[in-house]
């Protein structure tokens, strides 16, 4: 759950103002898989990586015949996002987490996340500059002003007192400039001395070509990545730990979109995967 402007019907629609994105979570009616071509969604070292054409795709078929609900679908991944913080940053390296939410459904999965990491234990700070009117956004940040989470608006100065930080600013249908204020938290967020975990995609990274070559973001590697549902082509330009997170697609659903559901354990959500795919 990635990326997309606010909601107004079905899940990832619209266009951000800070930037354009493409559908995602759009209006319900599965797209034909043989409409999707292998080099939109290629096997890459073992790894189905999906485009923002594919994925979208996938999103409108679970939202359809797979009848699944926004918010659902909002919650499960932010409970992988958390799951993956859990995994890499335990509470014995530090309980103060920073979300940088961006305006679409990329933050909101960042907001899902914060919840549950404040009943882990943790003590999570939101930074969310841009917030939609939309209400399933207003009932998330509800929840968490409900326990106490700080809502911050000096992102450099919150950064000074965090342990990690979550990305989930803009997600794999981000394309175009990048726009106020978000450039200056892209920036800080290269150059900060605590891990990143990034939400399915890096933000201001291209779905296909990974960072950009020059100007913000450039510089931008976080150290952690969760991808969700399946990965994204820019995982080749990605060199950290990578985890997929999306257990809630059915079989059928896999099979027919080309692509397999990774392993899980137990009651994990998430799974860890090599440079190939592979999971560790």
Do not use: C
């Amino acid at each position: 759950m990635a990326g997309g402007m606010e909601i107004s019907a079905p899940r990832r629609a619209g266009q951000a103002a800070t930037g354009s994105v493409g559908p995602e979570w759009g209006h319900p009616g599965p797209m034909d898989p043989a409409q999707i071509s292998r080099k939109e969604g290629s096997i890459r070292g073992g790894s189905l990586t999906l485009s923002a054409k594919a994925a979208a795709a996938l999103d409108r078929e679970l939202m359809s015949t797979g009848a699944f609900s926004i918010d659902q679908l909002m919650e499960l991944a932010g409970l992988s996002v958390s799951q993956v913080v859990h995994r890499v940053h335990p509470l014995s390296k530090g309980p103060r987490i920073l979300v940088a939410v961006g305006p679409g459904n990329n933050g909101g999965d960042g907001l899902v996340a914060a919840r549950h990491l404040r009943h882990y234990g943790y003590q999570p700070s939101i930074y969310y500059p841009k917030r939609p009117k939309n209400e399933l956004y207003q009932r998330l940040t509800k929840q968490l002003e409900d326990l106490d989470v700080p809502f911050v608006d000096d992102f450099p100065t919150a950064l000074q007192t965090t342990d990690h930080i979550i990305d989930a600013i803009f997600g794999f249908s981000f394309s175009g400039e990048v726009r106020e204020p978000f450039p200056a938290v892209i920036n800080a967020m290269a150059e900060a001395k605590v891990p990143v975990t990034s939400v399915d995609a890096p933000s201001s990274w291209d779905i296909e070509e990974g960072p950009p070559k020059s100007g913000v973001g450039s510089n931008f590697h976080p150290d952690v990545l969760v991808s969700l549902t399946a990965p994204k082509p820019l995982v080749k330009h990605f060199k950290g730990r990578h985890f997929i997170g999306g257990r809630f697609v059915a079989p059928a659903i896999a099979k027919k979109y080309d692509f397999d559901i990774p392993p899980y354990e137990g009651i994990d959500q998430i799974v860890e995967v090599d440079r190939d795919g592979h999971k560790l």
